[in-house]
């Protein structure tokens, strides 16, 4: 298995590197930038100008692109690396963390419906009945360093063909495809939009 070693000088140096490499290309895209700022073609000379502009800039773009992710690659590699060193370990403590949750919140849960009960009973109780049931309300469940209970009101879908309108959401994807494949839809009104697809030379 080979193993590849990162040193943090190594990096540190790329880093500079790097950065005068973005410095010098970034100057020449802002003058790029400028350049196309408010640009009104009014024939098709210009159109073809223009056009050809588009491609060197989308050419330059893949070029400064390419720059990035050659120095990216190792750094982003190293650390996908070490991801999958420690997502072993980092897995296993997340499951036993939400174990261990799951039995507290469960217990809570329990406690909580032991003190319902005795609050319900404590209404009609009297005398020694009322002081026990009175005694298990006031007990609630234990609070610990580090951790604490909350309660949530947690929505749970049961039907959704009865969900109000307003709640549901269109799937544009599904909708542009059966626009796409000349389904019709009510309630959609088709319109065309132009777009232009510049790939570098």
């Given at each position: 298995?080979?193993?590849?070693?990162?040193?943090?000088?190594?990096?540190?140096?790329?880093?500079?590197?790097?950065?005068?490499?973005?410095?010098?290309?970034?100057?020449?895209?802002?003058?790029?930038?400028?350049?196309?700022?408010?640009?009104?073609?009014?024939?098709?000379?210009?159109y073809?100008?223009?056009?050809?502009?588009?491609?060197?800039?989308?050419?330059?773009?893949?070029?400064?692109?390419?720059?990035?992710?050659?120095?990216?690659?190792?750094m982003l590699?190293?650390?996908?690396?070490?991801?999958?060193?420690?997502?072993?370990?980092?897995?296993?403590?997340?499951?036993?963390?939400?174990?261990?949750?799951?039995?507290?919140?469960?217990?809570?849960?329990?406690?909580?419906?032991?003190?319902?009960?005795?609050?319900?009973?404590?209404?009609?109780?009297?005398?020694?009945?009322?002081?026990?049931?009175?005694a298990?309300?006031?007990?609630?469940?234990?609070?610990?360093?580090?951790?604490?209970?909350?309660?949530?009101?947690?929505?749970?879908?049961?039907?959704?063909?009865?969900?109000?309108?307003?709640?549901?959401?269109?799937?544009?994807?599904?909708?542009?495809?059966?626009?796409?494949?000349?389904?019709?839809?009510?309630?959609?009104?088709?319109?065309?939009?132009?777009?232009?697809?510049?790939?570098?030379?």
């Amino acid at each position: 298995m080979r193993t590849t070693t990162y040193r943090y000088g190594e990096i540190e140096m790329n880093l500079e590197n790097a950065e005068l490499q973005a410095q010098q290309r970034t100057s020449e895209a802002l003058e790029w930038s400028g350049a196309s700022q408010d640009v009104v073609i009014q024939d098709g000379e210009q159109y073809d100008f223009v056009a050809k502009c588009a491609v060197e800039v989308r050419g330059k773009y893949k070029e400064v692109e390419g720059q990035r992710t050659a120095i990216t690659k190792p750094m982003l590699e190293a650390k996908r690396q070490v991801d999958n060193f420690f997502k072993p370990a980092l897995n296993a403590l997340k499951s036993a963390e939400v174990s261990f949750k799951g039995s507290m919140a469960a217990y809570h849960r329990e406690v909580e419906a032991k003190r319902q009960a005795a609050l319900d009973a404590a209404q009609t109780a009297e005398g020694e009945e009322l002081v026990e049931a009175l005694a298990v309300v006031s007990q609630a469940a234990p609070k610990t360093k580090g951790t604490y209970a909350k309660d949530t009101i947690e929505p749970i879908l049961e039907d959704e063909s009865k969900l109000p309108r307003e709640y549901l959401m269109p799937d544009m994807q599904k909708i542009r495809a059966a626009a796409k494949a000349g389904i019709g839809i009510p309630g959609v009104r088709l319109e065309r939009k132009t777009s232009i697809v510049v790939r570098a030379s």
